[in-house]
């Protein structure tokens, strides 16, 4: 059964700091690994897909690596800004699961303060 | 294109009473997936259906929750006789399906917030 952890639960940086955010995954038979950002009260937007044949996928400052054989995805954030301060979740989507369901982490809190 | 529609966007409901929450796919998808999140945590799967089916409830209340996607209309999620524990965020998602590749990337929508009181 898959299960994904998030580690930290909650980070508070400086602005303009680099951070990691770390993902880590039970089963290493996943279709594709997703990172999301939710704001408080709000839905989710998805920030980066990476398919399971993929290493890394970048959009602007945000980097997401992908290691299957570890079971780990880290999320990258260049040079924070308060702007960024939202909860982080990241989703697998196991490969030998017809629904094709997100499993998720309980997601990383961050806090860019100004 | 408009996204995932649910509504409503908050509802209140007394103990006891029954919850009903739709979702609206986006247009062209025929694929839902209902997560709920508690307070302070992660998505949790529900439920999976395509039109008319019923594909995986695994993650399904055993008693008081059901869930339908019909021909034509939205997909409800239905809760009866709510108890102070069903007060979540309750996400949909819906994916157009159909094979390739793309098929079965979710697309969320906004949530319903139940509070129970």
């Known amino acids: 059964k898959q299960e994904v952890t998030q580690i930290p639960a909650a980070l508070s940086v400086p602005e303009g700091e680099n951070l990691v955010l770390n993902c880590s995954f039970t089963d290493s038979a996943i279709y594709n690994l997703q990172w999301f950002r939710q704001d408080p009260g709000k839905g989710l937007t998805s920030l980066l897909l990476i398919q399971s044949s993929q290493r890394e996928q970048t959009s602007g400052r945000l980097n997401a690596s992908l290691d299957k054989s570890s079971g780990r995805s880290t999320l990258y954030i260049a040079a924070s800004q308060p702007g960024d301060s939202a909860t982080y979740l990241c989703a697998a989507k196991p490969l030998m699961d017809s629904s094709y369901k997100l499993i998720f982490g309980s997601g990383t809190r961050l806090l860019v303060r100004p | 294109n408009a996204g995932v529609m649910q509504n409503p966007r908050h509802l209140v409901r007394r103990r006891g009473q029954e919850a009903r929450l739709r979702c609206s796919p986006m247009?062209?998808?025929?694929?839902v997936y209902w997560y709920r999140q508690l307070p302070e945590e992660g998505l949790k799967f529900m439920v999976y259906l395509q039109k008319e089916n019923i594909i995986d409830e695994s993650g399904m209340p055993k008693e008081r929750f059901s869930a339908e996607f019909p021909k034509e209309g939205p997909s409800i999620l239905r809760i009866q006789q709510v108890v102070r524990g069903d007060s979540a965020a309750y996400f949909c998602a819906s994916s157009p399906g159909g094979g390739g590749q793309g098929a079965y990337e979710q697309y969320f929508g906004p949530g319903t917030r139940l509070t129970v009181t």
């Open positions: 247009k062209g998808h025929s694929h």
